[in-house]
Structure formats: structure tokens, C-alpha cells
């Protein structure tokens, strides 16, 4: 097994998260790793969101499934994941398998291959394109902990989910900085949204703060994960 | 040249029942009106250049009511088509043409076509069309771009540009010199008129009309009548500020000069200055004289209520921006009031010819230097005035997104042969220069987004057919065209509501109370870097930002009085070349400052004393420590946005010699940096660190790292991608857009730079970032030109020329270096507070 401080290619030690009991460290990507099942948890690849525009006229840049896959293999390969768990909105839309290029299935193909690959499917979640490999499910559990689209407004026991792409605006010395993040507290989690196009709505909005009281934030610099003192966070 | 003497020409003579209406009326013929006449008989186009008031819309409506007199069978098309800037103008002049009509009892139709014509009408129009329909831009793109194009327009025998000088520098006269090439295709017959102020380059203009080889003649009128200006500086006893722009020194004088005036025009150069000088005058405003507001963030039936009083006559004074600058008459503006510097000398002149009709008096301009360094620009555009000297323009192509969206326009009228095409756009002035492998990367675009992936093919939006021709690939194409047509991108924006916060988990920002009313409407990237606790004007208050829910930025009214956002954000026009050689060439010739304010030319005799005053083509650089600080102050006066452009180059390169800069201000002359280490120290170690820090290879890697951050960048690539159809403004069934499901173009700006660096559009961007907002082309210029000339002085305290640009630190500070840096070190606080020391803590936002 590698360690984390060679997957992240840094020197410091990179950010580790304890949520219900289970260690997990925070992934420069926006990927969530856990050493103890050698899994990496990702949410909300948003596959096919470019192509999705194109349909109805607006032909924006088509490289997102690939840019996202690409990352996701590669810190698969960095970490050496034995797992990957896709906590929901893997695919923008439900026609997104018309669209998707030989290459990407490919490239999907080729994360599945010699690992366990699950799509967790949210309730409003477009299924995974049919030809695409890997297990389905509606959730997953580790342990206490359950992985999940969309996070539980009455939560029982701990849970890690994606769904709402939170991001933090950190007042610098200079200016306010906006980046995608990790926030979390003893029991939840959410992921930052992995894709490319994936937008991303601020933690303090009340859809996102309400979940959580006193929680911390880790936002996705260009070379690590760094945790940001909530009042920075504006 | 192409001038030709009005007088040159015989009288070309009106015929009945013209002349009749003329003696009637008192007037006689002018000679540019009767030049213009015998242009349209000889069939060639022409570019009137006259002052207001010369009679120049009649001048160029007389041709084709003359034709018209005769009476015309129904159904024939548009005889004549009337384009102007704005909707106001184009229904203003509709009414003012119906007076000799009725008058002279001619059966002449006279219609408009806008934005706000009901679809009734519109479609009406397109089965019988008047005589004269005047119009937009935006309309003449809507109506080329259909299969009755032929119909409508195959007859037309005259086309008038109104302000043509307004619409040919920027998008909006590339996409309708674009039309006006099309339209003479469809009527080989047609000739052009061009109305227009005076302008520096008239050849130019001239072929920004009639054809990029195909000028129209220039046709000057006689402006020996009409008495020279008379320009002055507010004259002071008060203290001149030494920064700041908001005047408040001089708003007692202003008010006086107001109250011996019949109405008054009050230009400011930013929407929050207008907002300032309206609350400081009604502040004093004693004799309840009706001073009122105009500016672009206040809501167009509110403008229009403002032109109707101007109009009337029942204004005394109104405070206004550039808004006010194209527009309907002025009434009996008979003052014009520039608070602050009038930036360009073209400008002054412009709306100096807009005010006081009664070319036999002079018309009044007063300049009101908002600080010293004002004065000397003041002083610079009144001698440019008075030498009636204008600046030059700007040189730039026609925009490639343009472009994109007029192919898509012509797909969408009838297929097109890309070989026929590219020959009838390079025609155009501003395309004239356009290479075959842009023209065809700009349809390769429009087909399927002009992607090395090759994904979407099925997804095209035009299709070659079997005889070569590039068609429309469906209905719903044309119709998300035509709800997108134009050149202006509004920057998205934010209501801005009154509420209060409440304390959560996450800061003082959770849960927000938003039972306040809406107070308007606010720029998106304005709030977005906002930060709970700071305070700005809007509105005419002073108010707190709270935070952003639900595209709403919420805000609560602060006590204080002096807001911490400075007033003077972003102002939309930077120091003119021309004026900023003036001012620098005073700077260095004594003998010219007697002409200055005393405390003015005290000013510079002591920065002479204290260090020195550069040579005209020379750029001086100064160094001196201040507190804990060290700083480096240059006077390059190229203009507020080439130096945000170099201060954010400059730091970067200080941060990589480990000087550590910790932030930057500039203004229009100057740019000043700080940082933690000694930059007279570095200078003396190594004699070339001056010259290699403003070396042009700041123009290579640093620039380009910078400009794939840089929000600046951001925005420009946004309004290229709407324009150029790839993210839509209006969507056939769009439903409510939330954050989460709209597509940012910060996020396609940054997945095109990685995967395509060389796509068409980002060179689009580039083109626009050029002469924009980053105004590099001006930067690459100045470096090129200060190369080899840079006087260092290193001094052991602040330079009192350099006072002006540090009184602007706290005001508007901004800095450069890397987000990514910026983060490290608020990370690193959180660090330090867990180990329980305090380092990094380097200053926040002083």
C-alpha cells in the first residue's frame, strides 16, 4: 500500500478527515480517499454536460468527459485504488449514452478494469448508460458510514454524499478566492463536484450550512488540499 | 484625402415644393446641404462630418424625400433605410421627419422598426413596407438575416448611418458594416450616407461606410462660423485635493455656476461618482434649482423621463455619465461640466458640439480638476480643444465572434458558398485583413464549434449540401439566432436587497432575513468580491455587503459615511495617448506651467527639487521606503487599465526576484507597488533590475500564466462567447436558471485554454483583450517605447509626485499575485493558530 504523503506527491501530510469513525484522506482532485478499503470516493462527474449544451445549439468545448475521466484515472493510479465509488450524477442527462464517445467508454472501461466500480445512483440521478461496466446501487455502506447522492436532511448515524457541489469563498489578505472544497463535521461529508463543468454553489448558502453546525473546510488549491479557518470563509 | 471643399460646388438647386418650404420657414440651403444633394444624384456615397444643430439629419433625409415627392406605387420595398445607435433617436427623428412631410402634403411612409415595436407591426412591415423605415443596428442584422430579405430591401436607394462615428470603433459597427455589405448585394443601386461629429480620421471613417476600397467622400461642413469654445478650469481658492475624484472641494463652485445657467450638463466618468455629486449638490441645493440623475444602472423609463425634461426644458442641471452621450437633442443645454478630467480631448469636443445650437455664440465648457494630477490633464485637453486637435482612435479588426455570429445570419437568410462569402466580408473596412484560414476556422466554428474533437458532427448548426452550399441544419437554429442577435453582452447582475444576518455554524452569514426591498441592480463580479462587513454606495446610500443567497446580494444600511469600496470603480475610459503625451511633455517643460494653478506648478517645482521631472519620452521610476514598507512608484501615464495590467505583471516578477510585493494601486499616471523588501537596494545591488523588470518579456510567460486566472480575461472571453453564439443569452423554452444549472464561462474558459489553446474564439478574446479591459496592446506599446529610457531615483522617503497614486492605497488597492498564493497563506493562519503562534499574518487587507 502506498502512503498518502507519496499518492499526493507532496511533503507535508496531506489534510486526513475522520468521519463516523473511518479515516479517510482529502485528495487534491476533489477525490476522497480511504486507505482502510483502498477506495477513492468522487461525486458528481456531470459526464456529458458539454454535449448536453451542444444538443440544443450551444456548442461549448467537448472535452469535459475526457479532462474528468483522465483525472479520475490518474488519481486512481496515484493512490492505487482497488475501488471507486461514483456518489451520484456520474451522467448530466438520461441520453447521455447516445452521445458518449467510443473513447470515453473506453477510458470507463479502463478505470473498471481490476476494480470494483460502483455508481450510486441518487433518486433524480439519470442511470449509468447501459454499456457503461461497473455496479449500480442506491447506496453504500462502510461500516457506520453510508455513501450516498444526496445528503439526509434527518440524518441517522454518519454519511458521506456529493449532490451539492459546495464551494467556499475565502476572503484572502487580497481578495475573495472561490474554489471548490470539502466540508464536513463529525458525521457528513460532502464531496466537491469532480467534473470539469460542474458548477458550485457557496457553503454558506443556507442549503448547505443548515446541515452542518461548526463545521471545517478544506478547499482544492493547484498543488494541495488546504483547510481554511471558517471565518475566512465568506 | 478625400475632402471637398462645400464651396467648390455650385448651388445644386432645390426643387418644388422644397424650395417653397424653405422660404416659408426662413432658411436657406447650406452648402453641405446642398453637396449632399448632388452626391445623390451622382449616385456616390457620402460621409457628412458637421456639428450639431447644422441641420445635418435633414441634410441627409433631403435626398430621398426629393426622390420621393413624386409619389411611389405601393408594395416597391424600402426605398430608404435610417440606421442609428439608439431606439430614443430613431423614433425621435421619425417625428421630426413627419413635420415637412405633412407640411409639404408628400406621400411618403415613414415607419420605425425597434425592439420595442409590437410583433404585429413587425410582421406587417415585412408585407408592405413604408418608404422610409428607420431603425437599429440590431434590426438591420434581424431583417438581412432572412429569405425576404430581397423583398424588403432589393429597392433600396439610400442608406444614412446616423452617429456613424459612435458605431464604427467597436462591435457594433463591425457586425453593421457586415449588413451594409450584404445589403449591397441585394441593391446594387444603393448609396450610403454617413452622419457623423468630428473625428480625427475621416478617411477612415469613410471607408468603415462605403467599403474597405470603396470610400465614400468626405463632406466637411463649414465650421468657420461657428465661434471657437470657451473651455476654462474651475478656478479655486479651496485646497486641490491631492487624490480622490469625487470634487467635493469644488461642489459650492459648481452649484454657483448652475444657478447663472439656463441647463446645465454635469459629466462624471463612473456611475457611483454621478450617484456621489447628485447627494453633494441637493446637499446645497438652497435655491431648489431641478438638478436630476442619469446613468446606466438607473432604469430606462427613469432615463427617458430625464431626456423628455431636458427636452422641456424644465431641468436646471442634470448630473450624467457617458449614457447621456448618444442621445436626442439636448434641448438648451448651454453649459457642459466635466468633474474630473475629461479623459480625451475627442470626447470634450464632442460634447461640447452637442450643447448650445446658436453656432454664432461660443459654447461653454468648465472642467473641474477632481485633484492635482487633474489639473494637468485639464489643462492638456483644453489646449488640445483649442487646437482643435482630436485623439486618434483606437485601431482594431473587425471582431472574429462578430463575425461568427453574422455567418450564422447569412446561413440562416439562404445558403451560402463560404468563396462568395469570405469575398463579401473582406469588403467590410473592418475585415478587409481577414486571413482565409480565420474566415474558415470562423465557419468551422459555426458548423460544428471548430473542435479538434470531432464530436460533434451530428449536432451541427449549418451543413454543407451536395451543391457545396452551407445551409441551416433546422428550424430551431435560426430561431435561437434570431433571439440572440447583437454586439452588447450585459454583465449578469445581482438585485441588490435590504435584510439582516443572523449568526450560524458558518459565520455570521447563515440564515439571512431578507425582508428588505430591492434598491436595484448591482454587477455580479462586483459583489463576488465582496466580503461580509464592506460597505459601498448604491443607490445613494451608504450600504453593508451581507452575503449572496439566492442570486440576491443581500444588504443592510451602514452608518458610516465614507464607504470602504472606493467610489471610483472602474471608470470606462482610460487617459487618451494623446492626452497623456501632452500632459507628460508639460511635465517636463517649466515654461508651461505658468499657465497652471499656483499650487500646482509649486507642486512639480517641488518634486524637481526633491527628485526629479522626467523628459517628455522618458519614464521615471522612484524608490523609497515608507513605514514598514518599500516602494516603487512609476509614471509610465498610460491610462488606468494598461496599468492594472502592468501592476499585475510587475508583482509577479517581484515575487519571483523574492521581493516579495505584498500589492499594487494605479491610476491613470502612475502605478505603485509595495513590499517587505528594499527595491532601492535591489536597483543599486543590480543596475540592470529596473530595466529588466519593465523588460517586454513580461509580455510571454508571465502574461500568460496570469491571463489564464486573470477574471479580467474572464469576462472579456464571456461576452466573445455570446456574441459569438456559444453560450446563448435567450434559449427557445428556457426554463428558471439556477447556479447550479447554467453553464459558467469561467469554467469553458478554462477546459478550452488547457484542450485548445489555439481555438478561434480564444483568439477572439485576445483580440478584444488587446484594446479592452486589459488594454494590452497599449502596454506592449508603452514598453517598446520607455525601453533604454528609464530614470531610477532612489529615494529616502515619498516623492511629492507620488503622493497623488499612495493616497489611492486603502482606496483601491489591488494585488497580483497568484490566487493560489493568496490561499497558501490564509491556510497557513489556520495553521498557525493550531500551533499557537501567529505568523502569516501579513497585514490583512490593509
Redesign the interface.
Known amino acids: 500500500m502506498i502512503s498518502a504523503a507519496q499518492a499526493t506527491g507532496t511533503e507535508t501530510m496531506p489534510v486526513a478527515i475522520t468521519i463516523g469513525g473511518e479515516r479517510f484522506f482529502a485528495d487534491v482532485t476533489g477525490a476522497l480517499w480511504h486507505p482502510g478499503h483502498q477506495a477513492l470516493l468522487v461525486a458528481d462527474l456531470h459526464l456529458e ?1 458539454g ?1 448536453s ?12 468527459t ?2 474528468t475521466l483522465s483525472r479520475l484515472a490518474a488519481a486512481a493510479t496515484r493512490w492505487r485504488a482497488r475501488s471507486i465509488f461514483v456518489l451520484g450524477d456520474a451522467f448530466h442527462d438520461a441520453f447521455a449514452e447516445e ?1 458518449i ?1 467510443d473513447e470515453a467508454v473506453a477510458a470507463i472501461d479502463a478505470l473498471a478494469a481490476g476494480r470494483r466500480l460502483v455508481w450510486i445512483k441518487g433518486n433524480h440521478d439519470p442511470a449509468p448508460p447501459e454499456q457503461v461496466p461497473g455496479d449500480r446501487a442506491d447506496e453504500v455502506r462502510l461500516g457506520d458510514l453510508v455513501l450516498r447522492h444526496e445528503p439526509r436532511k434527518a440524518l441517522e448515524g454518519a454519511e458521506i454524499a456529493g449532490h451539492l ?1 459546495p464551494v467556499a ?11 471548490r472544497c470539502f466540508v464536513h463535521d463529525e458525521r457528513r461529508l460532502l464531496l466537491p463536484a469532480f467534473g ?2 460542474a ?8 442549503v448547505i ?2 446541515l ?4 471545517s473546510v478544506h ?1 482544492l ?3 494541495r488540499v ?9 | 484625402m478625400c475632402v471637398i471643399p462645400v464651396d467648390s460646388f455650385p448651388d445644386e438647386s432645390l426643387p418644388e415644393p422644397f424650395a417653397a418650404w424653405f422660404a416659408a420657414r426662413g432658411w436657406s440651403v447650406r452648402p453641405h446641404q446642398s453637396t449632399l444633394l448632388q452626391k445623390a444624384r451622382l449616385n456616390r456615397s457620402a460621409l457628412l462630418i458637421a456639428p450639431t444643430g447644422a441641420g445635418k439629419t435633414l441634410a441627409g433625409f433631403l435626398p430621398s424625400l426629393v426622390d420621393l415627392a413624386g409619389g411611389r406605387r405601393r408594395h416597391a420595398g424600402v426605398h430608404t433605410l435610417y440606421v442609428s445607435p439608439l431606439k430614443a433617436l430613431a423614433v425621435d427623428i421619425a417625428r421630426n421627419l413627419e413635420v415637412p412631410v405633412a407640411e409639404m402634403g408628400l406621400a411618403v411612409r415613414i415607419e420605425t422598426r425597434t425592439g420595442d415595436t409590437p410583433a404585429s407591426r413587425r410582421q406587417r412591415q415585412r408585407r408592405d413596407p413604408p418608404d422610409i423605415l428607420l431603425t437599429t443596428p440590431e434590426q438591420v442584422a434581424l431583417l438581412i438575416a432572412s429569405a425576404d430579405a430581397p423583398h424588403l430591401f432589393g429597392a433600396v436607394k439610400r442608406i444614412i448611418i446616423d452617429e456613424a462615428h459612435a458605431l464604427a470603433p467597436i462591435k457594433r459597427g463591425d457586425l453593421l458594416a457586415l449588413g451594409l455589405e450584404r445589403l449591397k448585394r441585394i441593391a446594387p443601386g444603393v448609396t450610403l450616407t454617413g452622419l457623423s461629429a468630428t473625428v480625427r480620421d475621416p478617411d477612415d471613417l469613410a471607408r468603415w461606410l462605403g467599403g474597405a476600397t470603396t470610400p465614400a467622400d468626405c463632406v466637411i461642413a463649414d465650421r468657420k462660423s461657428a465661434a471657437a469654445p470657451d473651455i476654462r478650469i474651475l478656478e479655486t481658492d479651496e485646497r486641490l485635493p491631492w487624490a480622490g475624484h469625487t470634487a467635493r472641494h469644488a461642489m459650492d463652485a459648481i452649484y454657483r455656476t448652475l444657478k447663472r445657467s439656463k441647463l446645465s450638463l454635469i459629466f462624471v466618468n463612473t456611475r457611483m461618482q454621478a450617484e456621489f455629486v447628485f447627494q453633494l449638490l441637493w446637499a446645497i441645493n438652497d435655491d431648489n434649482l431641478r438638478i436630476a440623475l442619469h446613468h446606466g444602472s438607473l432604469d430606462v423609463g427613469q432615463r427617458r423621463r430625464v431626456e423628455a425634461a431636458m427636452a422641456a426644458g424644465s431641468l436646471d442641471a442634470v448630473v450624467c455619465t457617458s449614457t447621456l452621450d448618444l442621445g436626442i437633442d439636448w434641448g438648451d443645454v448651454d453649459l457642459v461640466i466635466h468633474v474630473g478630467a475629461p479623459k480625451g480631448a475627442s470626447r470634450l469636443l464632442q460634447r461640447i458640439g452637442r450643447s448650445n445650437h446658436r453656432l454664432d455664440e461660443p459654447s461653454r465648457a468648465l472642467l473641474v480638476p477632481a485633484n492635482r494630477f487633474e489639473v494637468l490633464e485639464c489643462r492638456a485637453a483644453i489646449d488640445a480643444a483649442n487646437a482643435g486637435a482630436q485623439d486618434a482612435e483606437v485601431i482594431r479588426a473587425g471582431g472574429l465572434d462578430v463575425l461568427a455570429q453574422h455567418v450564422l445570419g447569412m446561413a440562416v437568410a439562404a445558403p451560402f458558398d463560404a468563396d462568395a462569402l469570405y469575398a463579401e466580408v473582406t469588403c467590410a473596412a473592418p475585415y478587409a485583413t481577414l486571413a482565409r484560414g480565420d474566415f474558415d476556422a470562423i465557419v468551422d466554428y459555426v458548423a460544428t464549434g471548430g473542435y479538434a474533437l470531432k464530436s460533434y458532427e451530428r449536432f451541427a448548426r449549418i451543413r454543407r449540401t451536395k451543391d457545396a452550399l452551407w445551409r441551416v441544419s433546422n428550424p430551431a437554429i435560426a430561431q435561437g439566432y434570431r433571439m440572440n442577435v447583437g454586439t452588447i453582452v450585459e454583465e449578469p447582475m445581482l438585485k441588490v436587497r435590504l435584510g439582516r444576518a443572523r449568526s450560524t455554524g458558518l459565520g455570521p452569514t447563515g440564515p439571512i432575513s431578507r425582508g428588505g426591498r430591492v434598491l436595484g441592480e448591482v454587477e455580479e463580479y462586483f459583489v463576488e468580491q465582496l466580503t461580509y462587513g464592506d460597505t459601498f454606495v448604491f443607490a445613494g446610500e451608504v450600504l453593508r455587503f451581507e452575503a449572496i443567497v439566492e442570486n440576491e446580494a443581500v444588504v443592510s444600511r451602514a452608518s458610516a459615511s465614507d464607504p470602504k469600496v472606493p467610489s471610483y470603480m472602474g471608470g470606462k475610459f482610460p487617459l487618451s495617448t494623446h492626452l497623456a503625451e501632452r500632459v507628460r511633455a508639460m511635465l517636463a517643460d517649466r515654461t508651461a506651467w505658468s499657465g497652471l494653478p499656483e499650487q500646482v506648478a509649486a507642486w512639480l517645482a517641488l518634486q524637481a527639487d526633491a527628485s526629479l521631472l522626467p523628459a517628455r519620452a522618458d519614464m521615471l521610476v522612484e524608490t523609497f521606503p515608507r513605514g514598514a514598507r518599500h516602494y516603487l512608484v512609476a509614471y509610465p501615464f498610460e491610462g488606468r487599465l494598461a496599468h492594472q495590467t502592468l501592476g499585475m505583471l510587475l508583482t509577479r516578477r517581484l515575487e519571483r526576484a523574492r521581493l516579495k510585493p505584498l500589492g499594487f494601486v494605479a491610476s491613470d499616471y502612475a502605478i505603485a507597488v509595495w513590499g517587505a523588501e528594499d527595491m532601492s537596494r535591489a536597483a543599486w545591488r543590480e543596475p540592470a533590475f529596473i530595466g529588466d523588470l519593465f523588460s517586454q518579456d513580461m509580455l510571454g510567460d508571465d502574461l500568460e500564466e496570469w491571463l489564464a486566472e486573470s477574471s479580467l480575461m474572464k469576462r472579456t472571453f464571456r461576452k466573445a462567447a455570446v456574441i459569438a453564439g456559444m453560450i446563448e443569452r435567450r434559449h427557445p423554452g428556457m426554463e428558471k436558471k439556477t447556479r447550479q444549472v447554467s453553464m459558467s464561462s469561467d469554467l469553458i474558459y478554462d477546459v478550452l485554454r488547457r484542450h485548445q489553446p489555439d481555438h478561434i474564439l480564444l483568439k477572439a478574446a485576445r483580440a478584444d483583450a488587446a484594446t479592452g479591459l486589459l488594454d494590452l496592446a497599449r502596454l506592449a506599446q508603452m514598453l517598446s517605447r520607455i525601453r533604454g529610457r528609464i530614470i531610477h531615483k532612489p529615494l529616502d522617503r515619498v516623492s511629492p509626485l507620488a503622493v497623488p497614486v499612495m493616497l489611492e492605497i486603502g482606496r483601491e488597492a489591488v494585488y497580483g499575485e497568484a490566487a493560489d498564493a493568496l490561499l497558501e497563506e490564509a491556510a497557513d493562519d489556520l495553521v498557525a493558530e493550531a500551533m499557537g503562534h501567529d505568523f502569516g499574518r501579513a497585514g490583512h487587507r490593509d
Open positions: 454536460k454535449s449544451y451542444a444538443r440544443s445549439g450551444q456548442l461549448v468545448p467537448p472535452f469535459d475526457i479532462a452521445r464517445a457541489h469563498r475565502v476572503a484572502t489578505r487580497a481578495q475573495v478566492v472561490r474554489r470539469a463543468y458548477g458550485g454553489i457557496s457553503v454558506r448558502l443556507p450550512a443548515e452542518f453546525s461548526m463545521p478547499v488549491g493547484e498543488r488546504l483547510s481554511i479557518a471558517r471565518d475566512r470563509i465568506v
